[in-house]
């Protein structure tokens, strides 16, 4: 069938019909329901799609299926981790960091690869409990350069990502990004898996940055993620990410793998879905929690007392 729609092949005793939105539709509406649903009330009932509708608004884990089984969409991920359109909705152009200097922040590092896409997250508390979000993606030369990723190549264009001499990604320019950004924030945290980047955290600390080990695995992620989720659906997350924007496209790939705890840790679909920014954006939020459950030792305020 997918043939026939691209129109490679001809196949004139098939006849094909599809019900569904049009671009620009707010799958959230009931017109929504109608469009994609001709039999609304007939052969299904309405108040069972606006249940389901409501039940994929509140959980970005059921869009994607509601919207392939009831709105007849072609979505990216069945399972998507994050509600994308409140993501959306926290994008604030206006956003600078310099307004923000002298805050304490922290910086999650995602360099699981040499030859794709790197990235590191910064994340800062704003003055209502939620969070403003900067984050710098890096990609080697070759990478961008190939025919296949031609979206690479309108983020570059934009300065959206930030493209380094050869095959492999420049460490050395994501190190000077972070002492740059430590300049303006002289409290800065990073936390980094050291399976992927002790070598660079070791090289950060001779510099007198703080770097706080923080390992890609379900005990420390879960929690994190979570409250990402929760942040973004709060609309407690502002970030500078337009719709068109590698974060935002990231953002969307990203699957929630649940386990039989209710554990959850992100994934993504295929090779192709990149997830790194958001993988980044989750260490940093993890260790934003982490540093405000640690209290100040009695001991730094009134000594030790003898008797």
Same mark, same amino acid.
């Given at each position: ?13 098939? &006849? ?12 959230? +509406? ?38 392939? /089984? ?18 959306? +909705?926290? #994008? ?20 699981? +690869?040499?030859? !794709? ?34 979206? #690479? ?27 740059? =950004? ?10 980094? !898996? ?11 600390? !001779?510099?007198?940055? $703080?770097?706080?080990? &923080? ?12 409250? =990402? ?14 719709? $068109? +924007? ?5 953002? $969307?790939?990203?699957? *929630?793998?649940?386990? *039989? /705890?209710?554990?959850?840790?992100? @994934? ?18 993890? @260790?934003?929690?982490?540093? *405000?459950?640690?209290?100040? $030792? ?10």
């Amino acid at each position: 069938m997918g043939e026939i729609l691209e129109q490679t092949i001809d196949d004139e005793e098939k &006849f094909f019909i599809e019900y569904t939105v049009d671009d620009g539709d707010d799958w959230t +509406s009931d017109i929504a329901l109608v469009k994609a649903n001709p039999n609304i009330d007939i052969s299904v009932a309405a108040d069972f799609l606006r249940s389901r509708q409501k039940e994929a608004i509140q959980n970005a884990r059921e869009q994607g299926r509601f919207k392939t /089984k009831h709105l007849n969409l072609w979505v990216q991920s069945r399972s998507a981790a994050f509600n994308i359109q409140r993501w959306n +909705s926290g #994008y604030d152009p206006t956003l600078d960091i310099a307004d923000f200097a002298g805050r304490k922040a922290r910086l999650g590092l995602d360099l699981a +690869s040499e030859v !794709d896409i790197a990235a590191l997250e910064l994340v800062i508390e704003d003055d209502d409990g939620g969070f403003v979000e900067f984050g710098k993606y890096y990609l080697p030369e070759e990478k961008v350069s190939d025919p296949k990723n031609s979206h #690479y190549h309108a983020w570059q264009a934009a300065g959206e990502i930030i493209v380094t001499d050869g095959a492999r990604i420049d460490f050395g320019r994501i190190e000077d990004d972070i002492l740059a =950004l430590a300049e303006i924030f002289p409290n800065l945290e990073v936390g980094f !898996d050291p399976y992927q980047a002790n070598y660079l955290a070791t090289r950060l600390s !001779d510099r007198g940055i $703080s770097c706080v080990k &923080f390992p890609q695995q379900v005990a420390t992620m879960s929690p994190a993620m979570k409250r =990402l989720d929760a942040l973004i659906l709060s609309g407690k997350m502002r970030h500078k990410h337009s719709p $068109s +924007s590698p974060m935002t496209w990231m953002i $969307s790939n990203v699957v *929630a793998k649940i386990d *039989a /705890k209710d554990n959850i840790y992100p @994934r993504k679909e295929r090779e192709e879905n990149k997830i790194d920014g958001p993988v980044a954006l989750i260490m940093a939020i993890g @260790r934003a929690m982490d540093g *405000a459950a640690v209290q100040e $030792s009695v001991y730094e305020t009134r000594g030790i007392l003898t008797f």
